[in-house]
């Protein structure tokens, strides 16, 4: 037990695990930016659960982060031991003298105790948080929060906000947070003004316009109608339906990205590319009889007919959305919590401990370094 203690409160160790420390962290930063292949998604995840799940197989590469991991919980560990074996000396010797000099030994022990407490976040953060980012939300669409069942999130709205020189100066996305029937929370998402709720943020990432329908224009020919030639504009969302004429209705089926028939004359996707987008239509007349056609999408003015009625795609149908990436991290406070003790145990050092150091160390300087025949009051002034 006592070389284990010793091994633990020896300054070599804490020189040798920052050095270690260091190296580990360095060899990381070349092997990020050299593997993309391998790191790509370590930034839109969490560390531990990460590493599980891909980082293992391709230890050749990312061996640093386990030794990395075990070198911080060493010097964590150091860090422990040589607090509590000070601490303990310095409440050995009593209370003496003004307040300032007895807290003045506790100092840079506060210090070390906010590097553990933002330590100790850092690990609970890398093992139990997540982030998932691409959460698609169209206005009105409601969403289940990822691993967290029974919490939803509701796009109301989406504002771009335009500065004075015409260009985007920001945006704000009108959310709710539900249970599924009741509204938990109400709140707005700005850029880089996240929503928080129980530790867990939702960022926005980004937002645009997306085709959610098509404005069609319908003509039917006389020869299918004994009424003259006529026109109608209707406006139907994907895998909807619409009526037009008398007692005929329009219903769109499967969109199909990169279009082609089979030798049998059946549709099929030759890839999941956007290469000639078709989309197919079904027209119903009054008595139920079907017909079916394809629709080119790819651009305005695509047209195809179905006995004597010739659809023509006129426009399409917009509508906004918000993509949101939503983290959550459950040591988050304790690392506030740590850099704030830390701040506070720096400048406590700096401003109530400091001063009187100076004074000594001034002193020690004079009396080693200045010849008397210098030491005059001009020279202790200067110094």
Same mark, same amino acid.
């Given at each position: 037990?006592?070389?284990?203690?010793?091994?633990?409160?020896?300054?070599? #160790?804490?020189?040798?695990?920052?050095?270690?420390?260091?190296?580990?962290?360095?060899?990381?930063?070349?092997?990020?930016?050299?593997?993309?292949?391998?790191?790509?998604?370590?930034?839109?995840?969490?560390?531990?659960?990460?590493?599980?799940?891909?980082?293992?197989?391709?230890?050749?590469?990312?061996?640093?982060?386990?030794?990395?991991?075990?070198?911080?919980?060493?010097?964590?560990?150091?860090?422990?031991?040589?607090?509590?074996?000070?601490?303990?000396?310095?409440?050995?010797?009593?209370?003496?003298?003004?307040?300032?000099?007895?807290?003045?030994?506790?100092?840079?022990?506060?210090?070390?105790?906010?590097?553990?407490?933002?330590?100790?976040?850092?690990?609970?953060?890398?093992?139990?948080?997540?982030?998932?980012?691409?959460?698609?939300?169209?206005?009105?669409?409601?969403?289940?929060?990822?691993?967290?069942?029974?919490?939803?999130?509701?796009?109301?709205?989406?504002?771009?906000?335009?500065?004075?020189?015409?260009?985007?100066?920001?945006?704000?996305?009108?959310? &709710?947070?539900?249970?599924? %029937?009741?509204?938990?929370?109400?709140?707005?998402?700005?850029?880089?003004?996240?929503?928080?709720?129980?530790?867990?943020?939702?960022?926005?990432?980004?937002?645009?316009?997306?085709?959610?329908?098509?404005?069609?224009?319908?003509?039917?020919?006389?020869?299918?109608?004994?009424?003259?030639?006529?026109?109608?504009?209707?406006?139907?969302?994907?895998?909807?339906?619409?009526?037009?004429?008398?007692?005929?209705?329009?219903?769109?089926?499967?969109?199909?990205?990169?279009?082609?028939?089979?030798?049998?004359?059946?549709?099929? &996707?030759?890839?999941? #590319?956007?290469? &000639?987008?078709?989309?197919?239509?079904?027209?119903?007349?009054?008595?139920?009889?079907?017909? %079916?056609?394809?629709?080119?999408?790819?651009?305005?003015?695509?047209?195809?007919?179905?006995?004597?009625?010739?659809?023509?795609?006129?426009?399409?149908?917009?509508?906004?959305?918000?993509?949101?990436?939503?983290?959550?991290?459950?040591?988050?406070?304790?690392?506030?919590?740590?850099?704030?003790?830390?701040?506070?145990?720096?400048?406590?050092?700096?401003?109530?401990?400091?001063?009187?150091?100076?004074? %000594? &160390?001034?002193?020690?300087?004079?009396?080693?370094?200045?010849?008397?025949?210098?030491?005059?009051?001009?020279?202790?002034?200067?110094?």
């Amino acid at each position: 037990m006592k070389p284990l203690l010793n091994f633990f409160t020896s300054l070599k #160790t804490t020189i040798v695990l920052v050095v270690l420390i260091v190296l580990a962290s360095a060899v990381g930063s070349f092997q990020i930016p050299m593997n993309p292949n391998i790191y790509g998604n370590l930034s839109a995840g969490i560390l531990i659960p990460w590493f599980i799940s891909d980082g293992y197989l391709h230890l050749s590469s990312t061996w640093w982060l386990p030794a990395l991991t075990l070198f911080l919980t060493l010097i964590g560990i150091n860090t422990i031991v040589c607090t509590i074996q000070r601490l303990y000396k310095i409440w050995g010797r009593g209370i003496n003298g003004s307040f300032k000099t007895a807290i003045s030994p506790y100092l840079p022990h506060l210090v070390h105790i906010g590097f553990l407490i933002g330590l100790i976040g850092h690990f609970i953060g890398n093992a139990y948080g997540f982030k998932v980012s691409g959460n698609l939300l169209y206005k009105g669409d409601s969403i289940n929060v990822p691993h967290y069942k029974g919490l939803y999130i509701t796009l109301n709205a989406s504002k771009e906000i335009i500065g004075n020189d015409g260009r985007l100066a920001g945006i704000i996305d009108d959310v &709710n947070l539900t249970n599924g %029937k009741d509204i938990i929370k109400k709140g707005t998402i700005e850029i880089n003004r996240p929503l928080i709720y129980k530790g867990i943020a939702f960022y926005h990432s980004r937002h645009g316009n997306s085709p959610s329908g098509f404005i069609l224009k319908i003509t039917e020919s006389p020869e299918r109608n004994s009424s003259p030639l006529s026109t109608e504009t209707v406006k139907v969302q994907l895998g909807g339906r619409v009526r037009f004429a008398e007692g005929k209705e329009l219903v769109l089926g499967r969109l199909y990205p990169d279009f082609a028939l089979d030798k049998s004359g059946k549709p099929y &996707n030759r890839s999941n #590319t956007f290469n &000639n987008p078709v989309q197919e239509l079904s027209i119903y007349n009054d008595k139920g009889i079907k017909n %079916k056609t394809w629709l080119p999408v790819g651009r305005k003015g695509d047209k195809t007919s179905a006995r004597g009625i010739e659809i023509t795609l006129a426009d399409y149908l917009w509508e906004p959305y918000v993509v949101l990436n939503i983290n959550y991290n459950p040591g988050v406070l304790l690392v506030f919590t740590g850099s704030l003790i830390s701040v506070i145990g720096v400048f406590s050092l700096l401003f109530i401990r400091g001063e009187a150091e100076l004074v %000594k &160390n001034r002193n020690l300087i004079r009396q080693k370094f200045i010849p008397k025949s210098l030491k005059t009051n001009d020279t202790s002034r200067t110094l």
